[in-house]
């Protein structure tokens, strides 16, 4: 017969060496997670093929916040046409701003790599942008929904 401290011993090694391989397995997965880099947004087909005020125009549906277009468009690679409003200089990017006549707007923050051809872009040029949409929201200090995208990529300049 094994004594019963022989058996507690082997469960405890048992026990030991099975946390040991979940942390390492667990540790190999948070790494591997947190290095994966994400495909250049350029080269995705988009979802979505919108004119920036009808796309505007689905977030705002008889004066209020459309959360069903969230629903469809968040998280999707989306190619937006419109004219720029606004150019404006954040930290290490440049975000491209379309509004329409409300005043409501697309923002755009840009892959690095195309950081030189955003520089290029004035107020009133006509853009193909393609991103991933972040989603909308309503800004209640303006009065009106706004909609930001990541990870965008400068598409075609339309002079």
Known sequence: ????AGRKKGLVKKLLIGSVALLLIGGGL??????KGFDDTSTIEADYTVNASGFLDEFRVNGS????ANVKYAEKIIAVNGRVS???????????????????YIAFAFQQKDQEAVQHIKAGDSV?????CNGGSFSNI???PYITFKRSSLIKLHK
């Open 86 to 104: 606004n150019v404006e200089a954040a930290d290490t990017t440049l975000n491209l701003k379309i509004e329409n006549a409300e005043g409501a």
């Open 65 to 68: 916040f459309n959360k069903e």
């Open 30 to 35: 948070a790494w591997y997670s947190f290095t």
């Open 142 to 144: 303006l009065g009106v």
């Open 1 to 4: 017969m094994i004594p019963q």
């Open 128 to 132: 193909t942008i393609k991103g991933s």
